[in-house]
């Protein structure tokens, strides 16, 4: 649908004209600032709010896209690409049964709408219907064999059902299609790690940088050039994390590799991993972000390209021992602590980061009345290790004050070393897919990682080891949303290690 914007309406259509160049450019800001501008300028339009809308969703903003949607429809009621977009706002703002009822709307008004197909497949799919919504994706890429989003989304949904192969010849196909297609070659990526086949996978992952569902930002030095790989040694290496602090932590252990080389290295972090890391002695420096770097010889790299670098595959991933290290005063101090006791002293935590439970993340937290099974288990004594969001549910969960919790608990500035050391006069670490899950095993300390059923790329499918962590078990949902199963599975484990301590 096009704006009928009029000559009266200069301005307004100047901006709106600007909004469509900002989005294909990815400036996602730029776009919404541009379409508001136009909004506030000429009486609405339903195309305006549509394309509005689609900038909200690229920021993330879903919430905003569907009131944004919403208002387009009542311009326009019959608005299939903002019935779409509607659908695909309410699937990303966690409102699946909604999201399903405006695609299907939009596709009783016209069955063969691609869009509306693309995007209800993978609302059914949310929804844990994977069967329904591999037969929309189906009939999307016979109704448009060329679209990009139709058979990248159908190899996405093949590889959440298992079905590795399939998921991967859907891919490759949408990425032959769409060879600049930043999000076609980022999903191939994370299917060939999910496959084992890493060396294939590096090379896409770099489209992280590029793609527009949940583009990947960095924060390197201000004034200073990117690393373009030839090694000088003048070079001061300074290695950019990204992502979320468990990903900080998971490829930390690449500026030992590279100082071990002979490279100058600089991690650049969070600043609440400043204290671990420089405790680690992985390389020269550790600064948190934003530090400026001085002197002609910096360069800047992605931490998280490293591996892919050198190739790094499973076999040589798991040939690294634990990296990290727990100061020993403080460990003794959080020793004296604990009360004495000669049963299995378990940590748990749960819940992540509630930023980054998004897109692949999204769903990877249990909450604590899951892990109830674990309370039957005899000769077991339970720590709480979550902080932060989904603490208060210790108030909430029946078995709540069966667990020993601290209030002072990774606060501060050095909230990782106390962690850490918390971390080491424990036997076990239960925990959710999450930042204290790398923290231990890069320590070296036992534990068990609990997992969705379409689990991150780093974990790959159906092993219960990982060649990250040696220390690490893992177990997964048997089935979509299925933490009931997982946690049975963690009980009947959990049963027979405590019955190896001695009463």
């Known amino acids: 649908m096009e704006t009928t914007l009029d000559r009266a309406d200069f301005g307004a259509a100047r901006y709106y004209e600007v909004g469509g160049q900002r989005l294909a450019a990815g400036d996602t800001e730029g776009a919404i600032a541009a379409y508001r501008q136009c909004l506030a300028q000429a009486p609405p339009h339903a195309s305006v709010l549509n394309n509005l809308a689609s900038a909200l969703i690229r920021a993330g903003q879903s919430e905003a896209a569907v009131n944004a949607l919403e208002a387009a429809l009542v311009l326009d009621p019959g608005y299939l690409r903002a019935l779409a977009n509607l659908g695909k706002a309410l699937h990303d703002a966690g409102r699946v049964d909604e999201a399903i009822l405006r695609l299907n709307q939009a ?10 197909l693309v995007n209800l497949g993978v609302a059914l799919a949310a929804a844990g219907d994977f069967e329904a919504a591999e ?6 890429v016979r109704l448009a064999p060329m679209h990009v ?9 093949r590889l959440q059902s ?5 998921s991967l010849d859907a ?53 200073v050039a990117r690393w373009d790989g030839v090694p000088s040694p003048e070079l001061e290496l300074w290695l950019v994390g990204e992502q979320g602090l468990g990903d900080q932590l998971q490829f930390s252990r690449y500026a030992k590799f590279l100082h ?17 890391l420089r405790a680690a002695q992985l390389c020269g420096r550790v600064v948190p972000f934003d530090t400026a770097a001085e002197g002609g010889a910096a360069r800047w790299f992605p931490l998280m390209s490293v591996p892919g670098l050198h190739q790094t595959e499973p076999h040589t991933a798991s040939a690294v021992p634990a990296y990290l290290a727990a100061d020993p005063a403080r460990v003794e101090r959080w020793r004296a602590r604990l009360p004495r006791t000669t049963e299995l002293r378990v940590a748990l935590a749960w819940a992540g980061n509630p930023r980054m439970e998004t897109g692949r993340h999204a769903g990877r937290s249990p909450p604590l009345a899951a892990f109830a099974p674990l309370m039957a288990v005899p000769r077991v004594n339970f720590v709480s290790l979550q902080k932060g969001q989904g ?9 709540g004050n069966s667990i020993l919790r601290f209030a002072d608990l990774d606060a501060g500035a050095d909230a990782f070393l106390d962690t850490a050391a918390a971390l080491k006069c424990v036997d076990l670490l239960i925990t959710s897919d999450s930042a204290i899950a790398h923290l ?40 979509h949303k299925d933490w009931a199963g997982l946690f049975t599975q963690v009980a009947a484990a959990l049963t027979l290690r405590s019955a190896q301590i001695r009463p």
């Open 162 to 166: 298992g079905r590795i192969a399939a």
């Open 171 to 223: 891919l490759r196909t949408a990425v032959a299609l769409g060879p600049t297609h930043a999000d076609a070659h980022s999903n191939l990526g994370h299917a060939l790690f999910v496959a084992g086949e890493w060396k294939s996978a590096w090379p896409h992952f770099e489209y992280r940088f590029q793609r527009h569902a949940r583009r990947i930002l960095l924060r390197p030095p201000a004034g």
């Open 391 to 399: 603490e208060e549910q210790l108030d909430t969960a029946p078995f």
């Open 260 to 276: 071990d080389r002979g490279f100058r290295c600089v991690i650049v972090c969070d600043p609440c991993l400043v204290g671990i």
């Open 135 to 140: 037969l929309a994706l189906e009939r999307s």
């Open 440 to 479: 231990a095993g890069a320590l070296g300390v036992p534990t068990w990682l609990c997992l969705k059923h379409e689990p991150d790329w780093r974990w790959m499918l159906a092993r219960a080891d990982t060649p990250w962590y040696p220390s690490m078990r893992l177990f997964r949902q048997p089935t």
């Open 107 to 116: 596709l009783t008004a016209s069955p063969d709408y691609v869009p509306a």
């Open 149 to 157: 989003e139709a058979r990248m989304s159908l190899g996405i949904i």
